[in-house]
């Protein structure tokens, strides 16, 4: 596996099985716009793949020898934070779909998962869309929303202002930098040094951990 011309999409698999690691790697290949980099066996083992080939997007195991998925996502996304790294396993437990969001994982994915499904999670991925499988979505849901619960009564003592509390809650709901700035009348260049702000201030990787941030503490 070689560098692929900057216009194809390039992906770094870790998986711990050789024989799923050449099969998807054998299915991606055929897309016109996708190319696999690399693969590698473990955590350990695909940090130190990722500096070598800076890939754009990662498929990620969760659960490897050595190093977990989950923990070399966190390492990875701090030395390459362009670099988007997707969830790829069999395991539906909600801990392990929290964290990987937290260590900074785009999505969550099964592995049986239609290859065409994968390629375009893939793109999506690259253009910054988040996707989490349906399988696991509602435990995601039951999971951030329980601490909220909790903590209702609770005031919530903030780093932020009025105005970054607000765009941190519709953030978590889901509105783009486009629809915040039309709902609260600012320019969208505004929002993302608002966003970038509340990412700081939270000490926050991402708008994914923004949002669990937001639920789990009752803001949105």
Excluded at 13 to 33: F, P, T
Excluded at 124 to 133: D, H, K, S
Aim: charged fraction near 25%.
């Amino acid at each position: 596996m070689t560098d692929a011309p900057q216009d194809l999409i390039r992906i770094l698999l870790v998986d711990d099985q050789w024989l799923v690691r050449e099969g998807i790697a054998s299915l991606l290949e055929i897309e016109a716009d996708l190319t696999v980099v690399d693969t590698a066996s473990n955590g350990n083992d695909a940090i130190e793949k990722a500096q070598r080939h800076a890939p754009d997007v990662i498929l990620m195991d969760v659960r490897m020898p050595n190093l977990s998925g989950i923990e070399a996502t966190a390492q990875i996304r701090k030395t390459l934070p362009m670099c988007q790294i997707i969830m790829l396993t069999t395991f539906e437990d909600e801990e392990y779909v929290v964290q990987s969001l937290l260590a900074g994982a785009c999505g969550y994915l099964m592995k049986d998962i239609p290859a065409p499904e994968l390629a375009q999670a893939i793109r999506l991925a690259n253009a910054g869309i988040y996707q989490l499988a349906p399988e696991v979505a509602g435990k995601l849901v039951g999971s951030i929303r329980r601490p909220a619960q909790e903590a209702e009564s609770k005031p919530v003592d903030l780093p932020l202002t009025p105005r970054e509390t607000e765009i941190l809650r519709l953030l978590a709901n889901g509105a783009t930098n486009r629809e915040i700035a039309h709902q609260i009348t600012v320019s969208e260049g505004t929002v993302k040094n608002h966003v970038s702000s509340i990412l700081q201030r939270l000490d926050l990787r991402d708008r994914t951990q923004a949002a669990v941030f937001a639920v789990r503490n009752g803001i949105a």
